[in-house]
Structure formats: C-alpha cells, structure tokens
Nanobody
Framework: QLQLVESGGGLVQPGGSLRLSCIGS????????IGWFRQAPGKEREGVSC???????KYADSVKGRFTMSRDNAKNTVYLQMNSLKPEDTGVYYC?????????????????WGQGTQVTVSS
C-alpha cells in the first residue's frame, strides 16, 4: 500500500516562500502522477498542481508563475516550491497519487492521499 506523508507547512508572511515535501513509502513514486491539493476552511478541496511520471507539470491559474513542482526519485519525494505567497494560499495542503499517470487536478482522479500539512500566510 502506498503511503504519503506531507511536511514543510507553517506560518509565513505575505510574499514569503515555503517548500512542501511529499514523501512516499511502500511503493516508488516515480511511476505515479503526484498532485498537490489545498483546502481552506469552509471551502472545497481544490487542485493546485501535479507532475506526471514523465515530469510534465500542470498548475492551477491561481498559482502559475509562483509555484513549482519537482521530483527527487532517489529520495522518493515530490516537492512543491511556493513563492510570493498570498493570504489566499492559506489552507491544508495535501499530496495525492494517481496510479493511471493522468495530468489532472480533480480529486476523484487520485487514489492515495496524505494527511495534509497546514500553510498559513498572514502578517
């Protein structure tokens, strides 16, 4: 069973940066599409970005130019570098894995989920 664990969240001021990590265990992440999602209080979970096994990437319009995904297969880890953070980026961030290697940002496309890490952007 693939398990995912997120880390790297925290409190940051507007304009600041954070790097989130998604570490896999049980199976190698190399063959999965990995997505990042976030959920703000009272809102639905939304797709932020994803990276395919072939390292194609896709980003939500709200984070294009500010967020970057990357892989380190040797560490079985996927990263989300978040720059120029805004208060509206606040939420719980989840990583998820899609065994069919799609490049989608819909929650139903993903089979495995981590427990989430809190990101708060506030002055």
């Amino acid at each position: 069973q693939l398990q995912l664990v997120e880390s790297g969240g925290g409190l940051v001021q507007p304009g600041g940066s954070l790097r989130l990590s998604c570490i896999g265990s049980g199976y190698t992440l190399e063959y999965y599409t990995i997505g990042w999602f976030r959920q703000a209080p009272g809102k639905e979970r939304e797709g932020v970005s994803c990276i395919s096994a072939g390292e194609r990437t896709k980003y939500a319009d709200s984070v294009k130019g500010r967020f970057t995904m990357s892989r380190d297969n040797a560490k079985n880890t996927v990263y989300l570098q978040m720059n120029s953070l805004k208060p509206e980026d606040t939420g719980v961030y989840y990583c998820a894995a899609d065994s069919l290697d799609n490049l989608g940002l819909k929650t139903y496309e993903y089979n495995y989920w981590g427990q989430g890490t809190q990101v708060t952007v506030s002055s």
